[in-house]
């Protein structure tokens, strides 16, 4: 000390300041390097304790969900209840609908979800966020309420653990308070997160969605739709169908989206009629659907898209067709028919692509001889062939 | 004379004072921002992102070139990322090895005649293939114009997702580091435009087909120096200008982009020489003068491990390339400095840059030549001398160690006591004399930038991402 004040007499005030910048540095190095130790050792302890006790645990586990072993042996020791909760919580997500009871019943009878359901109302920050996505995975329909309370929470964390909450517990009453307040226009949160708890609710019954999409309009129709798309059943069959006839391309394109999940004779005309929408990626999303159908109709739909004038909707009607089915040469006949060299070439590229192109070669030169026709479609390959080399030359040059 | 040394060494302690203050402010907003995404990962589950059909596809590009050895497992490796719809793009920049012919043997590629439009220029495409047991790969085979971001824009071209990641063909990324970097996109994809991870130092650690198997410290001293600046780049730096939504730089080894702005921003410039960073400061400047909402964002848990020089020749090249690429994108985008128009970028971030990045090296080249010569000429007493470089050694080991702090209470990649020792060790001799071996290549990168070098130059690489 006294060095330092001679130190600050003999060089000015600065140097007093430095000293001091000194002083409280070399302290902080001090702490930091303290705290890294101190943290080590603690961790080191604790998982040690946490692996001793998990083992004596899971000696006694069936005892302890039957209710055998009583719950304030380890209710009321923080560590093993840490333990069996997160032992609980994991076995409930893996578990099948008969092994839920006796799981759920545990955590009902030791507490520990009335437990969680308190933490959830009462606490803040995050120990509220953390006891809102607990509930979520316990997949208890009585935990909706404090879940649902979370929703109108000022922080935006602590909102979108409720709507994770929610979604985890698949349920589709969860998916309840969440449509009404996106209805309400009362859910500010990123669109992926709803949409993911949306649909993990309504995943078992996807009619919870409709009243509220008849409802709604602009953008939280289209997200509603979205969800639709993703969980649609057979049974929305005629729902689907005026989706089909929305105003909005958005939701026209879940739609076209969502129809391969009802009846073929419905989807095909609905989705034939979105191949030929004024919005492209309308068209796009009907030609992905009629691709992932099996029904032979789907075809000729496709072939009309791969004479669309979006490129887009080309490649992906050639990516369906070359991919139909065992008579791959009747449908290069149909594209060679259109006399459209963009779908000729769209067509040929895909057949190079899935590896089909060698044997429709294959088959039409075995049959030139019967039919002429062939020889036709045989001239018509190769001169698409030039083009496209053409086309990649031209693309190569622009490039450069 | 006395008075100019004397003002200097004035605006050097002002100078520098002020650059330290930058950097406590940067770490404790670190430390902040660190501890709330750990709360956040904690309620997120990678799974579900993995199985959610919302879940957008991606893209990812690799340009190589002479990768012959490391190709064949960094695509493998890449194709077994968990994320539901992935493509893989692997650009070869007009190798002279056989980095198209492993390819081919290991993939059985065959010539594929795709539409190629070439949206964003770049050179010729001379050919294109896919792979019979692949679906999931493209291998463009490309003209080579010297830059890997002419390569970028080929593989950009190419891609059909509407986002695309940028990864180095010697680089390797942990399994679930794509959903977790995507996971920074989902959390606001109206506003997230861009998203960089974490680079972390793959020397000394063990890597089995592509595969990152053990996590080591490096042997040798010069590595472990280099794991301290990527820990104090990433975790404190990039995490901290991210949190006020001015990151001015995603790395060029792991990063993700939404494609549409980056075709709409005419791609990576071809001759930048840091093709990564120019890029997010074309991407500022763009979106705020379109006056758009939007954040480049960070997330230190996606973790790409990334081979870093290990002879002091390749680091002197490797670090003064990088000084050329810093005034390279500065340079052209001058007119937004101080510009209310480009808000923070304008205001904060880009004059940080070029006051505390770019004339770092030059003001501490004046420091130690002014403060030396002003202590000879008895213009400052020897006790100040002596007191300032104490506080300057001090401080910034604090920074260092705080750094690796953030690594403890974050991730813990090097679990073992020893590596923590050696770590913080190294914190506490990096100061000298590497900080003025860098010192000197920076300054050698300035000088290079000003006589017209451009080249990239080669780096010597041990291959640790070679296999075991």
Redesign the interface.
């Known amino acids: 000390m006294d060095f330092a004040s001679r130190l600050v007499t003999q060089l000015g005030p600065v140097a007093g300041m430095v000293l001091k910048a000194i002083f409280f540095s070399l302290l902080g190095i001090l702490l930091l390097i303290a705290f890294i130790v101190i943290r080590r050792w603690y961790r080191g302890r604790y998982f040690r304790r946490l692996n001793e006790r998990t083992f004596a645990l899971r000696q006694i586990w069936d005892d302890i969900v039957a209710g055998r072993v009583p719950g304030k042996e380890w209710r009321l020791k923080p560590l093993d209840c840490e333990i069996v909760e997160a032992i609980l919580l994991d076995s409930i997500e893996t578990a099948t609908p008969d092994q839920l009871p006796p799981l759920l019943s545990c955590l009902r009878s030791s507490g520990l979800l009335d437990m969680r359901i308190r933490e959830a109302r009462i606490t803040r920050s995050w120990q509220r966020r953390t006891a809102l996505v607990a509930l979520g995975r316990t997949r208890a329909p009585e935990t909706i309420p404090a879940l649902a309370e979370a929703l109108d929470a000022s922080s935006k964390e602590t909102r979108i653990a409720a709507v994770r909450g929610l979604g985890r517990t698949g349920l589709p009453e969860a998916a309840v308070p969440l449509l009404d307040r996106l209805l309400a226009n009362e859910l500010r949160m990123p669109e992926h997160t709803l949409r993911n708890a949306l649909a993990n609710c309504c995943r078992k019954s996807p009619g919870v969605l409709t009243p509220y999409l008849n409802q709604s309009q602009g953008r939280t129709r289209e997200m509603i739709a979205r969800v639709l798309g993703e969980v649609a059943s057979p049974e929305l069959g005629d729902e689907l169908l005026i989706l089909a006839a929305d105003p909005l391309p958005e939701v026209r394109a879940s739609a076209a989206r969502a129809l391969p999940a009802a009846l073929p004779s419905i989807a095909l005309s609905a989705l034939s009629s979105l191949a030929r929408d004024p919005e492209w990626f309308v068209r796009l999303r009907a030609v992905v659907a009629l691709g992932s159908m099996q029904h032979p109709g789907r075809i000729r739909p496709l072939i009309r898209a791969l004479c669309d004038s979006n490129r887009y909707v080309r490649q992906r009607s050639a990516w369906a067709l070359a991919r139909v089915g065992p008579h791959l040469e009747n449908v290069l006949a149909q594209v060679v028919e259109t006399q459209d060299s963009y779908a000729l070439q769209a067509f040929i590229s895909e057949l190079e692509r899935s590896g089909a192109i060698e044997k429709v070669i294959e088959v039409l030169e075995g049959q030139a001889d019967h039919y002429p026709a062939e020889k036709l479609l045989l001239e018509a390959l190769t001169a698409g062939r030039k083009r496209i080399e053409a086309a990649m030359t031209a693309a190569a040059a622009g490039g450069r | 004379m006395h008075r100019v040394l004397q003002l200097s060494n004035h605006i050097l302690f002002v100078y520098y004072l002020l650059s330290n203050l930058i950097y406590l402010v940067l770490l404790i907003t670190a430390i902040f921002k660190n501890t709330l995404h750990r ?2 990962l ?2 997120l589950r990678l799974e ?2 993995k199985n ?4 957008p596809p991606v893209t990812l590009l690799v340009p190589a070139h002479n990768e012959e050895k490391f190709i064949v497992d960094s695509v493998r490796s890449l194709l077994t990322l968990d994320y539901p719809e992935l493509e893989v793009i692997v650009v070869n920049d007009g190798s002279g090895d056989k980095t198209v012919d492993e390819l081919q043997r290991a993939f059985e590629l ?1 010539p ?7 949206d964003v ?6 050919a294109i293939y ?1 792979s ?1 047991t692949e679906p999931r790969l493209l291998v463009l085979d490309k003209k080579s114009v010297g830059s890997k971001a002419d390569a970028i824009n ?1 593989g950009l ?1 190419a891609a059909t997702s509407p986002y695309i990641c940028v990864v180095d063909a010697d680089s390797i990324l942990e399994r679930d580091s794509l959903l977790r970097i995507m996971a920074g996109i ?5 506003r997230v435009v861009a998203v960089g991870g974490i680079v972390r130092v793959l020397n000394g650690c063990r890597v089995v087909h592509g595969r990152l198997e053990e996590v080591r410290l490096p042997k040798r001293g010069l590595e472990v120096l280099q794991v301290i600046e990527y820990l104090r780049a990433f975790l404190i730096g990039r995490e901290a200008w991210a949190h006020y939504n001015a990151l001015p730089i995603i790395s060029g080894a792991f990063g993700i982009f939404r494609k549409d702005l980056v075709k709409r921003i005419g791609g990576f410039r071809a001759d930048a020489v840091g093709e990564d960073l120019d890029l997010v400061v074309r991407l500022h400047r763009y979106l705020q003068e379109k006056g758009q909402d939007y954040h480049i964002s960070f997330i230190p848990d996606p973790t790409c491990w990334t081979e870093v020089p290990a002879d002091l020749k390749s680091l002197a090249r490797q670090r003064a390339r990088w000084h050329k690429g810093l005034l390279d994108a500065l340079w052209p985008n001058r007119d937004m400095l101080f510009r209310s128009r480009y808000g923070r970028v304008g205001s904060l971030i880009l004059p940080y840059m070029w006051l505390f990045e770019w004339f770092a090296p030059v003001m501490e080249f004046i420091g130690y030549s002014s403060i030396i010569v002003a202590a000879i000429l008895g213009l400052l ?1 020897r ?2 001398l002596l ?2 470089f ?2 300057g050694y ?2 910034a ?2 920074i260092s ?2 750094s ?2 953030l690594e ?2 974050t991730y813990r990649r090097y679990s073992d ?1 020893q590596e ?1 020792a050696r770590l ?1 060790f190294y914190c506490l001799v990096e100061h000298f004399p590497y900080r003025q071996m860098t010192m000197i290549w920076r300054l050698q990168g300035i000088w290079q930038y000003m006589r017209g070098d451009l080249k990239w130059g080669e780096l010597k690489r041990l291959g640790a991402g070679a296999g075991a």
């Open positions: 709360h956040r904690a309620s579900r992102l959610s059909p919302f879940t065959h594929a005649r795709l539409l190629y439009i070439p220029p770049c050179a010729a495409v001379r896919s019979w080929a071209n989902f959390s606001d994809p109206s007493s006790q100040f007191l300032f104490i506080f001090a401080f080991t604090l160690i705080g690796v702090l403890e209470m006591w923590v913080l």
